[in-house]
């Protein structure tokens, strides 16, 4: 079963499939971008623990 296609056919198919990589390449160039992170988003716990960091630290420097 062979088929025959024109070589515009072809063309237009080869076409398509480039547009449909660079369409797939930008969507991921978007999605890996990296955003600067918001005191927001750090975590509850780690927030925490730099906040004791900080009580221990000036406690001590105000005992010497």
Same mark, same amino acid.
């Given at each position: 079963?062979?088929?025959?296609y024109?070589?515009?056919?072809?063309?237009?198919?080869i076409?398509?499939?480039?547009?449909i *990589?660079?369409?797939?390449?930008?969507?991921?160039?978007i999605?890996? *971008?990296?955003?600067?992170? *918001? *005191?927001?988003?750090?975590?509850?716990n780690?927030?925490?623990?730099?906040?004791?960091?900080?009580?221990?630290?000036?406690?001590?420097?105000?005992s010497?």
């Open positions: 079963m062979k088929e025959h024109s070589v515009n056919e072809i063309l237009s198919a076409d398509d499939l480039q547009n *990589k660079k369409e797939k390449k930008a969507d991921t160039i999605l890996n *971008k990296s955003y600067p992170k *918001k *005191k927001s988003e750090i975590p509850p780690t927030l925490k623990l730099i906040e004791e960091a900080e009580k221990t630290i000036k406690s001590k420097l105000q010497e």
